[in-house]
C-alpha cells in the first residue's frame, strides 16, 4: 500500500465504490465486536447503496469466520437500524 494513500485527504480517496468502502467498514467493526460503531456505519453503507439483504448476507458469511456471538450481536444493531 501506498504511504501517500495512507495519509490523503478525503479528498483525493478514489470515490468510485463507496459501497464497497462500506461493506468492508462494517466487516471490520463486526469483526472487532465495535457494535457500538455499527449503527452509524450500517446507516451510511445504506446511504452508499448497500442493501440490507447484502449488509446481512455479509454478516452471515462472517459468523463462521469470527464467530457467531460477533456476528449475532452484529445481526441484532442491524434489526433495531433497520427498523428505523
Not at 450481536?73 to 434489526?79: D, W
Request: glycine residues 6%; negative net charge.
Amino acid at each position: 500500500m501506498n504511504e501517500l494513500y495512507m495519509i490523503s485527504s478525503p479528498e483525493t480517496v478514489d470515490q468510485r465504490f463507496p459501497p464497497d468502502r462500506s461493506l468492508v467498514t462494517i466487516t471490520a467493526l463486526t469483526a472487532g465486536g465495535n457494535a457500538s460503531q455499527l449503527p452509524y456505519h450500517l446507516n451510511f453503507g445504506k446511504e452508499n447503496g448497500l442493501t440490507e439483504a447484502a449488509i446481512v448476507e455479509a454478516i452471515t458469511h462472517l459468523a463462521f469466520y469470527v464467530g457467531w456471538p460477533k456476528a449475532m450481536t452484529a445481526f441484532t444493531v442491524a434489526k433495531d437500524v433497520f427498523s428505523k
